[in-house]
């Protein structure tokens, strides 16, 4: 099983496999039809409480990760995306500009965790 992460306004690629957006909210000026979203899991989102507290700030990254973990425990919609992503490849897409502190690189950290052997596509470098 391969494993990405991308941000839904880098370009689509083949070797995406199955593109799912993790994001609660639709990202802006993205249009449904051009975006290239196989799935859209909304439920594996950070809480809206949640994402307003964590606001993006690198400086509470560890306590987001911490609550957002906690908020996924037991959860279904976790249980599907791993099992997604145990049977094919697999792109978590988010909309934040933030490319490591954000809902998707927990999550892939949690499908890693919880599937030995998966293998995370490396990122590719930021344009110059």
């Not at 689509?12 to 799935?39: A, C, N």
């Amino acid at each position: 099983m391969l494993l990405g992460i991308k941000r839904i306004y880098e370009k689509v690629e083949v070797t995406d496999g199955t593109r799912v957006l993790v994001d609660r909210l639709w990202p802006r000026g993205v249009r449904k039809s051009t975006s290239h979203i196989d799935k859209w899991m909304k439920e594996v989102a950070p809480s809206n409480e949640l994402r307003l507290w964590f606001n993006h700030d690198p400086a509470k990254w560890e306590e987001f990760k911490s609550r957002y973990e906690k908020e996924l425990e037991g959860s279904k919609a976790l249980s599907d995306l791993i099992s997604l992503a145990r049977s094919s490849e697999i792109t978590l897409v988010y909309a934040s500009h933030d490319t490591e502190h954000n809902n998707a690189v927990v999550l892939a950290g949690m499908i890693a965790a919880a599937a030995p052997g998966a293998i995370t596509r490396p990122k590719a470098p930021a344009p110059a």
